[in-house]
């Protein structure tokens, strides 16, 4: 350690600096540290590990992703092999189920686009579609276990029978004309699995430095060095030939730093919790997503009243599809998650934390839930009390993630993870590690590279799955 001007100056020497202790830092982390071998690996964050946006998701994954190609299921794929491995060599330590994702309309169009999309993914390496159009057919059905990941059903399982439906899910809406229950699906405890990794990490060498990246320095246009800003009031500079930006919502500032100017926004993304004392909510679901646009149910006098205010009209017009839900707890806990994603149109280029107040959102949340799941109507006269938070989603226009050389020489990204950062990590980080290590790397690789939006094609296959409704 040096001391100038009165300043403490340490000096450390890493073979790569990963900034970002959330899910996908720490995932790199341990890619690189015991896929690879490579010992001195730094990660760098003023944050405590995956308190970001790691702890505010929803924890589930699917490799349910029909079109407008396969990279993303492949992607997927390799992920949930990935947690299956950590599951098996962890005792299931942090509870990785398969209870699925049920999707859901009361729209006939719909449910016409529900086989069709079954069909692409099905075809792009999701998983066979067991199709029931009565109730007969529908005795072949086999719902998920409560706990636990393994000897469950693969692909997909569609009801396109509103008997066969309320047979299987009562407590869900009568009006549903079809579901579809995808199958190698499900949720963990990402805060568990994040823990798990950062051990890994840690017993294999890697090192985390409590600060902020504030400065990455090059020689020849290539990484030479990370300028940090300790938390304990030190300059920490870090001799390293490699970079890796997985700083989430803050990724855009950061790529600006190797000189990488990415394609990133930022949606501000909620949920709220609540106990279900009622048991309007089946416990053994999986998370389930009402895939149609809806406007909120209110009397003749609440409806004119907000549609007079500025501020509330928008609580008398549509909402948009995907409000979606699943039990969080195992045992004799009741409590729901619940979401709606209503505030992705608001998009932000640099977050900012605290997550902008919405007053509104818990009762919004659970009028517009009552669609999916009737017997919550039971809650409305008196809202029970529910928790809120949430964190952001930062996307790429086709809401793909980065992954790849970005800037500098010796630079990296592993980002853009938007709404399913915890799903893609494992596969993402072992991705990056392999591009930093010139290990063999997934055809999908190309899919996910930065330098794909320089390729003319690439822009030009954009337009067309935009003008087809598939971005």
């Known amino acids: 350690m040096s001391v100038r001007g009165g300043v403490r100056r340490a000096h450390v020497v890493a073979d790569a600096v990963v900034c970002g202790a959330g899910i996908a830092g720490v995932a790199v982390a341990q890619a690189l540290a015991v896929q690879h071998g490579v010992r001195r690996v730094v990660l760098v964050d003023d944050r405590a590990p995956l308190t970001l946006t790691s702890d505010k998701s929803t924890e589930a994954y699917r490799n349910w992703w029909p079109g407008p190609d396969d990279a ?8 949930i092999d990935l947690l299956e491995q950590w599951a098996e060599a962890s005792d299931n330590r942090f509870l990785l189920n398969r209870r699925g994702y049920l999707y859901a309309t009361t729209r006939p169009e719909r449910a016409a686009q529900f ?3 079954a069909a ?7 998983g ?4 029931y159009r009565s109730v007969a057919e529908a005795s072949a059905y086999r719902p998920s276990a409560h706990t636990g990941y393994r000897a469950h059903p693969a692909g997909a399982d569609l009801f396109l029978d509103g ?3 309320r047979a299987h899910f009562p407590w869900l809406s009568p009006d549903l004309c079809a579901v579809l229950h995808a199958r ?3 949720w963990f405890s990402g805060q568990q699995l994040g823990m798990l990794l950062l051990e890994q990490a840690k017993a294999a060498g ?3 430095v409590a600060g902020r990246v504030v400065g990455v320095h090059t020689e020849g246009g290539c990484v030479s060095g990370v300028q940090v800003a300790g938390a304990d009031g030190r300059d920490v500079h870090i001799a390293t030939p490699v970079f890796v930006n997985a700083a989430g919502p803050y990724a855009k500032a950061v790529g600006q730093l190797v000189g990488a100017d990415l394609p990133l926004f930022s949606e501000a993304h909620y949920k709220i919790g609540l106990d279900d004392t009622l048991g309007a909510i089946h416990r053994d679901t999986g998370l389930v997503i009402l895939d149609d646009v809806q406007a909120l149910a209110w009397s003749d006098e609440e409806r004119a009243d907000l549609a007079a205010d500025d501020a509330t009209r928008w609580l008398t017009e549509p909402l948009p599809a995907g409000i979606h839900l699943r039990p969080e707890g195992y045992g004799s806990a009741t409590t729901v998650l619940m979401l709606w994603d209503y505030h992705s149109a608001h998009r932000f280029d640099t977050p900012a934390f605290p997550l902008p107040a919405d007053p509104f959102y818990p009762e919004v949340v659970l009028r517009g839930m009552t669609r999916l799941a009737p017997g919550l109507a039971a809650y409305l006269e008196r809202l ?6 949430g964190g952001y989603y930062t996307k790429t226009i086709e809401n793909r993630p980065l992954m790849g050389p970005s800037g500098a020489d010796g630079a990296y990204v592993c980002a853009a993870m938007s709404g399913f950062g915890l799903m893609a990590a494992p596969a993402a980080a072992e991705l990056v590690a392999a591009q930093i290590t010139g290990a063999v790397r997934p055809p999908y690789e190309a899919a996910f590279l930065p330098s794909r939006y320089d390729d003319a094609a690439y822009l030009a296959r954009l337009a067309d799955w935009g003008s087809t409704g598939q971005l």
């Open 128 to 131: 066979p579609v067991r199709g």
């Open 206 to 208: 890697a090192a985390l």
């Open 120 to 126: 692409l993914a099905s075809s792009q390496g999701a």
């Open 184 to 186: 190698r699906c499900g």
């Open 115 to 117: 086989e069709a999309e």
């Open 384 to 389: 029970p009390h529910a928790y809120v938070d």
């Open 163 to 165: 008997d066969a439906i």
């Open 72 to 79: 993303m299921v492949r992607l997927m794929n390799r992920s």
